[in-house]
């Protein structure tokens, strides 16, 4: 898989070289389906498990990009956003000559099935509470994080996804979590994690924090305003989104102001990786 420059507007493209070079938006309408994972489709063509990758590209504030690869399953890494976010870096970040978009909130938005929910809220910048609520060892944790002022490769990137070592044969039967292993997932028994240590004492919330990034990415933009989630998941996260962007009179395409200083400028230009493609492996 890499990470190619696009031009400025162009948002993030998923583009399957084995295919003649397929393209596939990362747009609400390309939403294929999400359990345990979110994947995108077009005209039948398949792009799986986006949501680690689109959550570093918005965390690291990457506007434009092309992600090419040459199967429909993106690499699962270690089960973080951070391997992205370090092949990001290693690419470079390029500013572009054009003010950045993004999605402001004009009216509350929720969705909910019974003790699950989500809503987005206006407020200034990038605001997510999020709580989950899961049988022993995780129970209930909660946090909070401001991506217009906290660092997201720092806080939010290196939390690993998760999952109950007693659910494993029936989900593999399901024909789910087939790549799933404990290089690249917390596995949990009765007493917590079988390959611990944590890299956060709140790695659980974290990680549906790094997951609710990337699936709100489907937006085609960062949005602008608060984000509260009480035990929701993929399929929440991306309901929100249609229902946020299928009420016209619940948000506004913005630009970021232009600044009075040369630093604050760059920071409201959009931007896209480096000239040198940054590479993944599977």
Do not use: C
Not at 205 to 229: C, S
């Amino acid at each position: 898989m890499r990470l190619l420059p696009a031009p400025a507007g162009s948002g993030i493209v998923f583009r399957r070289t084995d295919l003649d070079d397929f393209e596939i938006a990362a747009v609400g309408r390309n939403v294929a389906k999400v359990s345990y994972a979110t994947s995108l489709m077009r005209q039948g063509v398949l792009i799986s498990t986006t949501e680690h990758l689109l959550s570093a590209l918005i965390g690291m504030g990457i506007d434009n990009v092309i992600v090419a690869l040459d199967n429909l399953e993106l690499p699962i890494l270690d089960g973080s956003a951070l391997p992205y976010v370090d092949a990001i870096l290693n690419g470079g970040i390029r500013v572009q000559r054009r003010r950045r978009e993004y999605i402001r909130v004009l009216k509350p938005v929720e969705v909910r099935e019974g003790n699950k929910f989500i809503g987005v809220y206006p407020g200034s910048g990038y605001r997510i509470q999020y709580t989950i609520d899961f049988p022993a060892p995780i129970g209930q944790q909660r946090t909070s994080i401001d991506l217009a002022a906290e660092t997201y490769g720092a806080l939010i990137a290196a939390a690993r996804t998760f999952g109950y070592k007693a659910d494993e044969t029936r989900l593999r039967d399901m024909g789910l979590i087939r790549g799933a292993s404990p290089e690249n997932a917390i596995v949990l028994g009765p007493k917590g994690p079988e390959n611990g240590p944590l890299r956060f004492k709140d790695e659980y919330v974290k990680h549906k924090v790094l997951d609710l990034i990337g699936d709100l990415a489907l937006a085609g933009r960062r949005i602008e305003g608060h984000v509260v989630a009480e035990r929701a998941g993929h399929a929440m996260h991306t309901a929100l989104v249609s229902r946020l962007l299928k009420d016209r009179s619940a948000w506004e395409m913005a630009r970021v102001p232009v600044a009075e200083s040369a630093h604050e400028e760059s920071e409201g230009l959009s931007a896209v990786v480096g000239r040198r493609p940054a590479l993944m492996g599977a």
